[in-house]
């Protein structure tokens, strides 16, 4: 049986189940498996398969507990009709190189791919403190599109509710309306006084609150767990589409079996390109994982010198859901790359909570750097970018997408190896900046740059973003970070 434990200590061991109940371990570690890379995902077959078939593949060899059958509910159920192209996560050309479109789910953002299945994982779980009325509550900071995609995977599932955080001020009109009109009667929203790490970390001190967890279990029979990229079956999902990737690249005959792809990658929480690198461990042929930042580029500084530094000025950014000082995933790396030492990951975080820094052995930093490119782009490059990508491809960027363009743009390009820029937004999330960008007028609402772009592109905006205009606001409040913990304990009352 393939288990979890923590990445900080290994004394408590979990299934994939519990684990992807519980999110986060008690020490605030992340769950890792030791035998991660063991079995490989068989390449054979893989150009003739679906995308529902590689992900029972995929999924099968991650979370062993799942029999066949449940996963292939899960599947079924997450990538089916609410996805706008049956490949799910379709790969275009873009000019010599490739993007792959993970945005064409609910709500426009990559987020979909592992947010339509979390939940259903989470229905075939049971309760693990022996109270049958057990329910789960998701708890979710979000720089803008988790939480909008958390809460159309979560809303009215049976058995959960949702709470989710945004930062006041700084998500895009469209992203805060994706939030604050979600419909279903399990589902909160609240904006906080502060930015995203701060809520984040008021999240993380949140799940550490013992005393917090006692009284909610005793008085609503709810215990949270988490949404974000540090939950384990919200990183496996998107192993997924690195093999799909690779399976379209067979079917374009662009590649043969067992040649090598790199991958650049818009990041922030290192969830992302994780996924990739779990993919490589599970004998997919990636040369290289290219991490894109935007002007918050504290995981260009770690990976070019050793030395992670989160004591640095916060910039809010054209690409909000990058705007990111804590790339929380980064620890599972840590611990894959440092032989599973769970000692020093716990220094390092240790470290990282104290001191706001931490620094990794030289030898360490060599290995991981094999693996990992880096690059970043402020925001000028980031506009320069959306324009240079439609004038050249015709193809529409949005600003987190751009990112990764200009990362691309910049570096040497090997006729040997494709490369694949994972897209991680549809461009209508961000109607005004791309508009900005393309020299087109962005001086009305996101609603009517929304027109403009698509008058101008002969592209469409997605049904559900354009439909915001209309839709009805039902949630409204706007809290301080230290009144986050009360709200908590009130929904769960309500739920
Ligand atoms: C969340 C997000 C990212 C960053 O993904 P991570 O998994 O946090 O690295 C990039 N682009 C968009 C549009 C996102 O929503």
Not at 422 to 445: C, H, I, M, Q, W
């Given at each position: ?91 275009k050309p873009l000019g010599d190189d490739f993007v ?284 320069q970018a959306i324009a240079d990508c439609w004038k050249k491809n015709r193809y529409v960027i949005?600003?987190?997408t751009a990112?990764g363009y200009f990362?691309m743009q910049q570096?040497?390009a ?5 490369r694949?820029l ?15 960008s393309l ?18 592109t ?38």
């Amino acid at each position: 049986m393939i288990t979890f434990h923590s990445t900080r200590s290994t004394t408590d061991s979990l299934t994939a189940k519990q684990a992807i109940r519980k999110g986060i371990a008690d020490d605030g570690g992340l769950f890792v498996s030791d035998s991660l890379g063991q079995t490989h995902v068989d390449l054979a077959n893989i150009a003739s398969k679906s995308y529902q078939e590689i992900a029972l593949d995929v999924l099968g060899a991650l979370l062993p507990d799942y029999t066949a059958d449940e996963l292939k509910a899960c599947i079924d159920e997450a990538y089916g009709s609410q996805w706008s192209d049956p490949a799910i996560t379709p790969l275009k050309p873009l000019g010599d190189d490739f993007v792959l479109e993970l945005f064409n789910g609910p709500t426009s953002a990559f987020k979909d791919v592992a947010l339509q299945i979390l939940p259903r994982f989470m229905a075939r779980t049971t309760p693990a403190g022996g109270d049958p009325d057990e329910k789960i509550m998701i708890l979710t900071a979000t720089s803008g599109d988790t939480g909008k995609a958390a809460l159309a995977g979560f809303a009215d599932a049976a058995g959960t509710g949702i709470t989710v955080f945004y930062p006041e001020g700084k998500v895009s009109q469209v992203q805060e309306l994706q939030m604050t009109t979600q419909t279903g009667s399990n589902v909160k929203v609240a904006a906080v006084r502060g930015n995203f790490d701060d809520a984040q970390s008021a999240v993380k001190r949140i799940f550490g609150d013992r005393e917090l967890a006692d009284r909610l279990a005793a008085d609503s029979h709810v215990v949270l767990s988490s949404a974000n990229s540090i939950n384990v079956g919200r990183l496996v999902p998107q192993v997924v589409y690195y093999f799909s990737a690779y399976a379209q690249l067979l079917q374009q005959q662009i590649i043969n079996t067992g040649d090598e792809v790199e991958f650049v990658v818009p990041t922030g929480n290192f969830g992302d390109i994780l996924a990739g690198y779990y993919a490589k461990l599970l004998g997919l042929p990636v040369k290289h994982l290219v991490v894109a930042s935007d002007r918050n580029n504290v995981l260009f500084d770690f990976l070019t010198t050793g030395s992670y530094n989160r004591n640095r000025p916060f910039f809010q950014t054209i690409s909000p859901s990058m705007d990111i000082l804590i790339s929380s995933n980064l620890e599972r790396m840590l611990y894959y790359f440092a032989e599973k030492d769970t000692r020093l990951i716990s220094m390092l975080m240790n470290d990282l909570k104290n001191y706001g820094c931490y620094e990794v052995p030289e030898e360490l930093l060599a290995k991981i750097r094999h693996v990992f490119g880096c690059g970043w782009a402020n925001e000028d490059q980031v506009r320069q970018a959306i324009a240079d990508c439609w004038k050249k491809n015709r193809y529409v960027i949005d600003p987190h997408t751009a990112c990764g363009y200009f990362v691309m743009q910049q570096m040497p390009a090997d006729p040997l190896t494709p490369r694949v820029l994972l897209s991680t937004a549809s461009p209508y999330k961000f109607p005004r900046v791309v508009n900005e960008s393309l020299g087109l007028d962005a001086t009305g609402t996101d609603f009517e740059c929304m027109d403009v772009l698509a008058e101008a592109t002969g592209t469409k905006a997605p049904a559900a973003l354009r439909g915001l205009e209309t839709a009805d606001v039902r949630f409204s409040d706007v809290i301080g970070i230290d009144e986050m913990e009360d709200f908590v304990a009130g929904t769960a009352e309500a739920l």
